[in-house]
């Protein structure tokens, strides 16, 4: 079996103001480092448009009709002083959802052994009944409810590396312990959650870092708080929020990670799941802000999922 990669020319036309920090380049950006020979292997589908049911797993009819009324016919419309919608902007978002649970099912009906989706907008902030942080839908949280609702999954892992704490992915599974949600992130920085003493049903983990925080200092925290808690857990299945933006180049933030943490942290995460999910994870692209950095922390996180098993 191959890595699946799932991609739709519509994430490049969700447009923000000029100076956004969440624009199309860094779409385009992947796209372009995933072209080359050495991914030739993968294999490549359309994302498909998810059906209301899936957006229904994680949020309510409330929030979905709320992004329809938003959504502009023309020019851009503030959801927040972060959070722009432009006429394609619903459209995008509801195909990066059915993205996530196309990769989902090719993984655990055995067509693939894992899977990458370069989508945007990114989730992890979406929280319920509130889109922010540049997040419309939360597709990550969305991914795992459609394996439990719609393959009989039982224990499903979110681990998300992104430099911003998931505060819509905690939310939305913070009284269910069939979902472990486990993450490292840069604190204090937006959103203002994600300290440690944030634990749920006893299945949130966080490990905050301080600014200016390493690769050795993400190691740590990944050794000695999330990997310990995903063997505890035994997930049947682990899907990872993908962000980029602890990279030492990324201008939001003040984590000094290189791509070389990246592809130790999925080879890390491949090797759990090798034990307890059969190998399976779908990875989901978040946050990354520089288009350097975000096309090389993509490009050895997904030769990393290639080489597994």
Same mark, same amino acid.
């Given at each position: 079996?191959?890595?699946?990669?799932?991609?739709?020319?519509?994430?490049?036309?969700?447009?923000?103001?000029?100076?956004?920090?969440?624009?199309?380049?860094?779409?385009?950006?992947?796209?372009?480092?995933?072209?080359?020979?050495?991914?030739?292997?993968?294999?490549?589908?359309?994302?498909?448009?998810?059906?209301?049911?899936?957006?229904?797993?994680?949020?309510?009819?409330?929030?979905?009709?709320?992004?329809?009324?938003?959504?502009?016919?023309?020019?851009?419309?503030?959801?927040?002083?972060?959070?722009?919608?432009?006429?394609?902007?619903?459209?995008? =978002?509801?195909? #990066?959802? &059915?993205?996530?649970?196309?990769?989902?099912? +090719?993984?655990? $009906? /055995?067509?693939?052994?894992? @899977?990458?989706?370069?989508?945007?907008?990114?989730?992890?902030?979406?929280?319920?009944?509130?889109?922010?942080?540049?997040?419309?839908?939360?597709?990550?949280?969305?991914?795992?409810?459609?394996?439990?609702?719609?393959?009989?999954?039982?224990?499903?892992?979110?681990?998300?590396?992104?430099?911003?704490?998931?505060?819509?992915?905690?939310?939305?599974?913070?009284?269910?312990?069939?979902?472990?949600?486990?993450?490292?992130?840069?604190?204090?920085?937006?959103?203002?959650?994600?300290?440690?003493?944030?634990?749920?049903?006893?299945?949130?983990?966080? =490990?905050?870092? #301080?600014? &200016?925080?390493?690769?050795?200092?993400?190691? +740590?925290?990944? $050794? /000695?708080?999330?990997?310990? @808690?995903?063997?505890?857990?035994?997930?049947?299945?682990?899907?990872?929020?993908?962000?980029?933006?602890?990279?030492?180049?990324?201008?939001?933030?003040?984590?000094?990670?290189?791509?070389?943490?990246?592809?130790?942290?999925?080879?890390?995460?491949?090797?759990?799941?090798?034990?307890?999910?059969?190998?399976?994870?779908?990875?989901?692209?978040?946050?990354?802000?520089?288009?350097?950095?975000?096309?090389?922390?993509?490009?050895?996180?997904?030769?990393?999922?290639?080489?597994?098993?």
């Amino acid at each position: 079996m191959s890595t699946l990669l799932i991609h739709h020319p519509v994430f490049a036309e969700h447009l923000v103001p000029f100076g956004h920090p969440e624009r199309p380049e860094r779409i385009q950006a992947v796209e372009e480092a995933l072209a080359g020979d050495r991914f030739s292997a993968l294999v490549r589908e359309e994302a498909r448009m998810a059906d209301v049911e899936m957006i229904l797993l994680c949020h309510p009819q409330s929030h979905l009709d709320a992004m329809r009324h938003y959504s502009p016919s023309e020019s851009m419309i503030r959801i927040d002083a972060d959070t722009t919608m432009s006429p394609k902007t619903l459209e995008a =978002a509801l195909i #990066a959802v &059915g993205g996530a649970c196309q990769a989902v099912d +090719a993984v655990l $009906d /055995g067509d693939a052994k894992n @899977a990458f989706c370069a989508m945007r907008p990114p989730g992890h902030h979406a929280e319920p009944d509130r889109a922010m942080g540049f997040c419309f839908f939360n597709q990550a949280a969305i991914a795992a409810r459609h394996a439990q609702r719609g393959h009989g999954v039982g224990r499903v892992a979110v681990v998300d590396w992104d430099v911003h704490h998931g505060n819509g992915t905690q939310a939305i599974f913070w009284d269910d312990p069939s979902v472990l949600y486990a993450s490292t992130h840069q604190m204090p920085l937006y959103p203002g959650t994600g300290a440690a003493s944030e634990r749920g049903a006893g299945n949130i983990v966080n =490990a905050p870092l #301080a600014p &200016g925080a390493d690769g050795e200092d993400f190691r +740590a925290a990944f $050794d /000695g708080s999330i990997l310990p @808690a995903l063997e505890r857990f035994a997930p049947e299945l682990v899907i990872i929020s993908a962000g980029f933006d602890a990279h030492s180049r990324d201008p939001l933030a003040q984590l000094e990670l290189v791509e070389a943490d990246f592809a130790w942290a999925t080879d890390r995460l491949m090797d759990l799941a090798d034990r307890h999910a059969h190998g399976r994870i779908v990875s989901i692209l978040e946050g990354g802000y520089d288009l350097k950095a975000l096309a090389a922390s993509t490009a050895v996180h997904v030769e990393a999922l290639m080489h597994a098993g």
